[in-house]
Nanobody, 126 residues
Framework: QLRLVESGGGLVQPGGSLRLVCEYP????????FGWYRQAPGKEREGVSC????????YYADSVKGRFTISKDNPKGTVHLQMDTLTPEDTAVYYC???????????????????WGQGTQVTVSS
């Protein structure tokens, strides 16, 4: 069964950093576009950052641009989201997703995917 597994969430103080990891069976997902989404309590799920199959095309939401970095390691079957300078507004459940779509912008525009991970909680608080 094809699965996405996230890890790396936790509690961090404002200004701190976290690195999320999404593991996938590489042989099946190398050509997929991947995305990180987040959902805060009472809010809709939103696209944070997306990356294409080769890893050379990326997209970032304005709210995280300059603070978050997405990367993909096909041989290892992992997608990472490095989150720096975190603020309380970044608090949410973060989900990894994969979809057969060409455009990273389109991937991040709507919370639609072929596969979803189970989510990992990120809490930014002092």
């Amino acid at each position: 069964q094809l699965r996405l597994v996230e890890s790396g969430g936790g509690l961090v103080q404002p200004g701190g950093s976290l690195r999320l990891v999404c593991e996938y069976p590489g042989y099946a997902f190398d050509s997929y576009t991947f995305g990180w989404y987040r959902q805060a309590p009472g809010k809709e799920r939103e696209g944070v950052s997306c990356i294409n199959g080769s890893g050379f095309s990326t997209y970032y939401a304005d709210s995280v641009k300059g603070r978050f970095t997405i990367s993909k390691d096909n041989p290892k079957g992992t997608v990472h989201l490095q989150m720096d300078t975190l603020t309380p507004e970044d608090t949410a459940v973060y989900y990894c997703a994969a979809r057969r779509i060409f455009s990273v912008q389109a991937m991040c525009a709507v919370p639609k995917a072929d596969y979803w991970g189970q989510g990992t909680q990120v809490t930014v608080s002092s």
